[in-house]
């Protein structure tokens, strides 16, 4: 029931747990299968296959607490990685016995990014669907947004444009020739988050019928706490991220989410001047 893959390109190893396959089970087995005799002789005799099951997760209500965010210079002595990229170049010559001047007018574009890996968390109604809040480890004007969606377990990656430009005039003395340049500095980045989620409400189970255009055979409801707590006994070892409060009415689930941020920050215009003779 429990995904735990070292995913191609990631060596770790993955932990992330499927609970629609626990709340589907809990359904058929605690539910469906002991009121079924109530059914018709027709549903009786459905197979397990023929019959599908619907989940629905809109009077669950979710919040996610994010712990601040750990770099891996915070884990090693290894610092960000900062590159400068040029992203316009051009050169001006004058080889006449007055000055010149030209405009300088261009626009470029760079894409930051952040890639997503979920180390240890969970799935729910098909996706991950945590909201995760990146604080300052990403500097401001970054183009990266300081909170997130996640929905995949691997390989979801937010990407943003950012847009740099140069408009000036720029002076070249007679038999001199002159290089602009626009400069951005890339910075990569890894940091570790970890995440709380509370999950609370009801789950609603439509039993399907494939056998007849997926006639509606009957309809469940469940709070989640409940349907976990019966999980937990059953499979404690793959519920061990997993605590339920019953007095509140809760379901608390521990994630941990690795982003690796590549994004480019402080243009500079170099302008340099040189003699023509000195190509």
């Known amino acids: ?52 099951v619907d989940l629905g997760f809109k009077k669950v209500i979710r ?41 300088i007018s261009a626009q470029r574009t760079t894409t930051s990014e952040c890639q997503v890996v979920v180390e240890k968390g969970h799935t729910i109604g098909g996706e991950v669907g945590i909201t995760l809040k990146l604080g300052d480890i990403v500097e401001a004007g970054a183009g990266i947004n300081k909170e997130i969606s996640v929905n995949k377990e691997v390989g979801e990656t937010i990407q943003n444009e950012m847009h740099w430009g140069i408009d000036t005039k720029i002076t070249v003395p007679k038999n001199k020739r002159v290089i602009a340049e626009v400069n951005v500095r890339e910075k990569q980045l890894t940091a570790t988050y970890d995440i709380t989620s509370t999950l609370k409400g009801q789950v609603v189970a439509k039993f ?45 689930l521990a994630s941990s989410v690795t982003c690796k941020f590549r994004y480019s920050v402080q243009q500079h215009v170099v302008i340099t001047e040189h003699g023509i003779e000195e190509e």
């Open 1 to 52: 029931m429990m995904a735990s893959n070292a995913t191609a390109g990631h060596s770790k190893k993955r932990d992330v747990l499927d609970l629609d396959s626990y709340i589907e089970e809990f359904f058929r087995t605690q539910r469906f299968d002991k009121t079924k005799d109530e059914e018709s002789k027709e549903i009786r005799r459905l197979r397990p296959d023929q019959i599908e």
């Open 63 to 103: 919040e996610d607490v994010t712990k601040p965010g750990l770099e891996d210079s915070d884990l090693t002595d290894d610092g960000p990685q900062e590159a400068p990229v040029l992203l316009y170049k051009t050169e001006f010559r004058n080889s006449t016995t007055g000055e010149q001047e030209y405009n």
């Open 208 to 252: 399907l019928n494939t056998k007849d255009n997926n006639a509606m055979i009957v309809c469940f409801r469940e709070s989640i706490h409940k349907i976990i707590e019966w999980a937990k006994k059953k499979y404690s070892s793959a519920m061990k991220h997993v605590t339920v409060d019953s007095t509140s009415k809760t379901v608390s």
